[in-house]
């Protein structure tokens, strides 16, 4: 669960009670109004058979859920590569919230630093205490303060971003962009943004659907564009897209299956990029 997710769903917004509107705290007295009574006869409900999770090129599963477990493996993939070539490199993860990354890398040399919101930063300590090689930084993962903690940039440094880039204003992100670039020569930065016509369904659902979301997406990233990414710092060597896992699309459901065959589809289809520094 990435912070933006953990802050939607523990914010203000998030509904306290039965029948109370978002952000207000439950009436007193409520839940002895909805409570059974000690001597009133229950019955406990039925259990429900566990469905598998569907397989195969015709399954349909809850939206987002397969399409971000992709995105996860994408970008696991990018930071085991880079680690290959630098054993002692630090991952800087901005934004992972309760993210268990440290624990799927490890490769018993790399660093890693959390990049968190205060409020965020204090669950993570509790739940998943700092380690030797592990720590956690109270930093906004959209500023360049986080940049002063890398220590020895020299080893290698990686930055991981999924779901952020894309909830930033074009601006910050080409700032993002360039101040990673002029203080990790030789690092890498890997994140996911949505095509343009995705982002805009994607604004449009935000705004119709109840219930807490996470932030809105303001910056888009169509395939086409990867070239003028490159051009935001001299300092960048290359931006690519990142091969999704099994060389499907990162689309959910059956579409995800289909999606190399269709090129149209992929003007919906999230893209996961590398961008590689010079040194």
């Known amino acids: 669960m990435t912070e933006s997710e953990l802050t939607e769903l523990t914010g203000p917004t998030a509904r306290t009670g039965p029948g109370t509107a978002p952000g207000t705290a439950a009436p007193v007295g409520a839940c002895h109004r ?4 000690a001597h009133a006869r229950t019955t406990a409900p039925a259990a429900r058979p566990v469905r598998p999770v569907p397989e195969g090129p015709g399954a349909v599963d809850p939206p987002g859920v397969r399409a971000a477990g992709r995105r996860a493996r994408c970008v696991d993939a990018a930071v085991r590569a880079y680690v290959a070539r630098h054993p002692e490199a630090t ?4 934004g992972e919230g309760l993210g268990t990354g440290y624990w799927r890398l490890d490769n018993g040399r790399l660093h890693w630093l959390s990049v968190l919101s205060p409020e965020t930063a204090a669950v993570r300590r509790m739940l998943l205490p700092d380690g030797a090689r592990r720590r956690t930084v ?4 959209h500023g360049f303060g986080w940049l002063d903690a890398v220590g020895e940039p020299s080893r290698g440094v990686i930055v991981t971003a999924p779901g952020l880039l894309m909830r930033l204003a074009p601006g910050e992100v080409r700032a993002l962009l360039a101040a990673c670039a002029e203080r990790l020569p030789g690092g890498a930065l890997v994140f996911d943004a949505l095509p343009r016509r995705a982002a805009a369904v994607a604004r449009r659902y935000r705004a119709l659907a109840p219930g807490p979301l996470p932030g809105a997406v303001r910056w888009s990233l169509d395939r086409g564009q990867l070239a003028a990414l490159a051009a935001v710092h001299p300092a960048i060597a290359s931006v690519r897209e990142l091969p999704s896992p099994g060389g499907r699309l990162a689309l959910p459901g059956a579409a995800g ?19 590689r520094f010079a040194r």
């Open 34 to 37: 909805t409570a059974p009574r």
């Open 91 to 94: 991952v800087v993860a901005l």
């Open 138 to 141: 109270v930093r906004p993962a």
């Open 257 to 275: 299956g289909y999606g190399q065959r269709f090129p149209a589809l992929r003007a919906w289809t999230p893209v996961v990029c590398e961008v």
